[in-house]
């Protein structure tokens, strides 16, 4: 079995999410770097195995969650479509087994608000760990006098956390915002159909989503 520490260790594969991000850096996006697919993995490895999914369910999203914003390489637009065939290709060379590429490309394919869709839990983990990421690091812009809506918001982020409640009924991001660097609202300007997709992901683990903000539940 190809496993996740081959992916994250694979030279090409780690070329192609640096490339990528280098693109992002010129398009003037946050970081989605080995630091965003790493949170992402490891979120995803928690809402599954605190869920009691297998291990072998868990090494797949996590694998998922390592290849998922590779397709920014081509193109922003629509990257989960082509981040999901470049998978295909780079997962069918290493010899994996049919039915996990199928699970980990239906995964990517479907992570990007707009088009995606929560059908299978890796999907459903992956969506909910990927648009859950929110935070201060992932801004690069260094001149805070220019500062976009993204950077305002992802830098106002003091605090974040994202827990599954003991009875695993409910999935909580907690967010502790500066509002002197961005209000609410602006949140919820550029995240609500991004919450509103972590909102359907949940449910399809049989779990509510909930949004937190400075202690307020604003989902």
Known sequence: ?????????????????????????????????FAHVGLVSKRAEYILSTLGYDSHQIELAK??????????????REHSQSGAVMAFRILDKLDMDPTDIATI?????????????????????????????????RVRNNDFATFDIHDRVN??????????????????LSLTIDTEISPVIDYFEIFLNRMLMCKKAAKALSLEFKLMVNGQALI
Do not use: W
């Open 105 to 137: 490309v239906t995964a990517i394919g479907n992570h990007d608000e707009g088009t995606g869709e929560a059908v299978n839990p890796i999907a459903a983990a992956l969506i909910i760990a990927d648009k859950s990421d929110v935070r201060r690091t």
């Open 155 to 172: 830098y106002s982020v003091i605090e974040t956390s994202l827990d599954i409640s003991n009875d695993k009924k409910k999935i909580t």
């Open 1 to 33: 079995m190809i496993t996740y520490e081959d992916i994250k260790h694979n030279e090409a594969i780690s070329t192609y999410i640096r490339k990528a991000d280098e693109s992002l850096i010129a398009l003037g996006f946050t970081e989605h770097s």
């Open 63 to 76: 694998i998922a969650a390592h290849l998922h914003d590779i397709g920014n390489i081509v193109n922003r």
